[in-house]
């Protein structure tokens, strides 16, 4: 391990952690607060995008490559349920 | 395609996401035995793909897509759990014993009777999932 490497992770852990964490926190306010369904939906794609984000930090910051893959698979799926609430949405309209 | 699918853009990804998500599920089956991944988070990736291919189509087109009843998926996949777990009674061995091949076909690795296991239970969740989303979606 060199030293750009040990660099890169504790700034990571130390900087992008906390900040994507403050992120979620804010983002579940919206999604707990949200005035109306629509803004409920947006936040809850908000929080996916935010987990891929911590899951790809928290590989790097940890060196775990396997986690990458399941950010993957998150970054793949997680769209299919604002999808699904877009059509609930359009079909009670 | 019959009908006019809801949103272009939707449809047109769903068409290029499709064989990507199911190219993705092979590689999670394959690396399960050692790794994180398996059978049945590769067929619930499966399955996904082929609800978004449903949503953003119809489930008629899915269906055709899919070219097989997903109820006879699940029948096909518990016979090769079966045969799987039979094949080392054959041996003399315990019921469902673990049978490795002394050779590894390149780029895969090593087939053996717990792989054939993954692969049922591969075909036995997308059975079951798929069955679930398309009665709920044409209801």
Known sequence: MNDYQEVLQLFMIYVILPLLTIGLLLTLWRLVRGPTFADRVVALDKLSVIAIGIILAYAIGLDRPVYVDIALIVAMLSFLTTVGFGYYIERRV | ?139
Not at chain 2, 75 to 84: D, I, K, M, R
Not at chain 2, 95 to 115: E, Q, S
């Open chain 2, 1 to 139: 395609m019959k009908r006019r699918p809801a949103s272009v853009i939707f449809a047109t990804g769903a068409r290029y996401i499709l064989p990507l998500m199911l190219l993705f599920a092979f590689f999670i089956l394959l690396r399960g035995h050692n790794e994180p991944g398996g059978g049945f988070i590769g067929g619930l990736v499966v399955a996904c793909g082929f609800a978004l291919f449903a949503l953003a189509y119809s489930v008629a087109d899915a269906r055709q897509i899919l070219r097989v009843d997903p109820i006879q998926l699940i029948g096909w996949g518990l016979l090769l759990a079966l045969l799987s777990g039979l094949l080392s009674l054959l041996l003399g061995l315990p019921f469902m014993t673990g049978l490795w091949p002394d050779f590894a076909i390149p780029a895969i690795g090593k087939v053996g009777t717990p792989t054939i296991f993954d692969v049922a239970v591969f075909l036995v969740v997308i059975g079951v999932v798929l069955n679930v989303v398309f009665s709920l979606a044409e209801s």
